[in-house]
């Protein structure tokens, strides 16, 4: 009997750790079916072969990648919403992240990752006291929100934030835009700031943006941002030191505040977030954000979080 206890604690504790894993991967994950003869995939049930078959997906099909495997891939069709497992030859992936190809515009802060070694560390801080939150390959694409001293502030396809040498980046070549969905705001001393046709002071003045004004960020090139504003459906060009892409996070419940991340750590509670509060997001790992709210820094879950890079 007791053999028999040790077995089912040993297969509940393989089988949450299989969920665990499962729900810590982030949808960002997307690709195409691609078999190796050109007909349908069958889509199953459950990670084996002689599970029932839901449905035959079309070869050429979108997909979204739930969970990530080596064998077996959990995947939610696009068109069809049907969700179910695959095999990992089946497919090909075609996307990490949101997709921001195109657009057109130069943007002069996307950057790829440059290490001797092959990875640079993706830390929560601007130092080597801050943990390292992942290991980023060589080639990988990033955008620079700020830098911080030696530090870089950097934007992940998959939505991650977090700092990286600024030594171990360079300026990419084939990326020209933004990632899509970052916006940002006029801030200004004054009422209201010229938007321009092109991106230097030279250019025709298009009109003014009051402060405040929420636009979404396309590009950047010669120390403007490339926008277009949906209330006004305009585009146009505006000097980066007068537009802010931050401040458009907000506490979507009330949430406790941590002084180190609650998931990592046994972390006291600074104090509670009212729902509404608006803070910057400092560093992200796609569960947990590094915050500032006015002068205090903390860790926040991102459940509780509305998010706008």
């Known amino acids: 009997m007791k053999r028999l206890i040790c077995a089912l604690i040993s297969l509940m504790l393989v089988l949450s750790c299989f969920a665990a894993a499962e729900s810590a991967i982030l949808p960002v994950v997307y690709g195409k079916v691609t078999s190796s003869n050109g007909a349908a995939s069958p889509l199953y049930q459950l990670p084996n072969d002689q599970r029932p078959v839901i449905k035959s997906v079309p070869n050429g099909a979108a997909i979204q990648l739930l969970f990530e495997g080596t064998v077996w891939h959990k995947i939610q069709v696009t068109n069809t919403g049907d969700v179910g497992w695959m095999k990992a030859g089946e497919i090909t992936i075609t996307t990490r992240g949101r997709s921001a190809l195109t657009y057109g515009a130069s943007v002069t802060s996307a950057k790829t990752i440059k290490s001797s070694d092959g990875f640079a560390a993706l830390r929560w801080g601007p130092g080597l006291e801050y943990d390292a939150m992942d290991q980023l390959p060589a080639g990988l694409y990033c955008w620079v929100y700020e830098r911080v001293g030696d530090w870089s502030r950097v934007l992940l396809e998959d939505g991650r934030i977090g700092y990286v040498h ?22 200004v001393s004054g009422n209201a700031a010229n938007y321009r046709s092109d991106a230097n002071y030279s250019s025709k003045v298009l009109g003014t943006l009051a402060s405040g004004h929420i636009v979404d960020i396309l590009g950047e090139k010669n120390s403007f941002f490339y926008f ?11 000097s980066i030191d007068i537009m802010s892409p931050e401040g458009l996070n907000r506490v979507a419940y009330l949430a406790p505040l941590y002084y180190d991340h609650p998931y990592n750590y046994n972390a006291d509670v600074l104090w509670e977030l009212n ?14 954000s590094r915050v500032q709210y006015d002068n205090v820094i903390g860790y926040i879950d991102n459940n509780d979080l509305v998010i706008h890079h």
């Open 166 to 187: 600024s030594t171990l980046l360079q300026n990419a070549s084939k990326i020209t835009t933004w990632p899509e969905g970052i916006k940002g705001y006029v801030q």
């Open 228 to 238: 277009y504003s949906e209330s006004l459906n305009k585009y146009g060009y505006i």
């Open 275 to 288: 729902a509404g509060q608006v803070v910057k997001v400092l560093a992200n790992d796609g569960y947990v």
